[in-house]
């Protein structure tokens, strides 16, 4: 844990002293580095300590589901998490500027804490509608699309804190297209990180279903168990969310 902090605290001077450099000089081979460093941050940043894996597993663990929908899931939380830091930053810049820096942190744990609690509202709904147990397949499959959106939109809205910091410098150095240049491929490592554990959960999924359904006759306990132990699981990391900002 400690060799992960220093790591990202290394690459966040490394992107604040390449801000710097470009708010006093641009140039485009610099730029190119700027992404690059931005879309490495992004990879690594998804891989601390965090809800949106946790988040991304139980839910591919709960059904089964086809490769793509690793995909969608990956963006709607990459998108999400670094365009809800995009809105924050315009308003502290245009709307907010007198707004204090201690404010702004407590804005954050708001933000961690709306999340938690649209968590546990998403699990009790996956809950609700397995008792409910509905039978028509196309229906089946749009509640899927919409479950994607659902789980994609509370792991992603509690704001990039990086993504944060580069838009309030850029802003604020007069090189906001720079900024978003840098945001973008930061959200770019993050879908690439979380739509590989994505698949590598439903590819571990399908393994695990095959090999119970070769030793087991009632394999269909085993995804039962999956479906119940990853909604709890969904509910759990959304209560512990809530509970660790509201106490």
């Not at 670094?82 to 933000?111: C, D, E, H, P, W």
């Not at 095959?210 to 132990?229: G, Q």
Request: with cysteine.
């Amino acid at each position: 844990m400690t060799l992960f902090v220093e790591l990202m605290r290394s690459m966040d001077n490394r992107l604040n002293e390449l801000l710097r450099n470009l708010s006093e000089q641009q140039s485009f081979s610099v730029i190119l580095i700027l992404m690059l460093i931005s879309f490495v941050y992004g990879v690594i940043h998804s891989m601390g300590p965090g809800h949106g894996k946790a988040l991304v597993a139980s839910f591919f663990l709960k059904e089964e589901h086809p490769l793509r929908r690793s995909l969608f899931l990956a963006a709607v939380i990459s998108v999400i998490h670094t365009g809800s830091a995009l809105a924050i930053a315009y308003l502290f810049n245009f709307v907010l500027t007198s707004v204090r820096g201690m404010f702004r942190i407590k804005l954050q744990g708001y933000f961690i804490a709306v999340s938690g609690i649209l968590i546990v509202c998403v699990g009790l709904f996956f809950l609700i509608r397995k008792f409910m147990k509905k039978k028509d397949e196309d229906i089946r499959s749009f509640e899927k699309k919409g479950n994607v959106f659902l789980v994609g939109i509370s792991a992603g809205i509690v704001p990039c804190p990086a993504a944060l910091m580069i838009m309030m410098f850029a802003f604020t150095a007069g090189i906001p297209l720079i900024g978003l240049y840098s945001v973008i491929f930061i959200s770019l490592g993050m879908f690439v990180l979380l739509s590989a554990i994505g698949t590598l959960i439903i590819r571990s999924r399908k393994g695990i279903m095959d090999i119970s359904s070769a030793r087991f006759k009632k394999s269909e306990n085993v995804a039962l168990f999956f479906e119940y132990f990853s909604i709890v699981a969904i509910i759990c990391i959304g209560l512990i969310m809530s509970l660790r900002i509201l106490i």
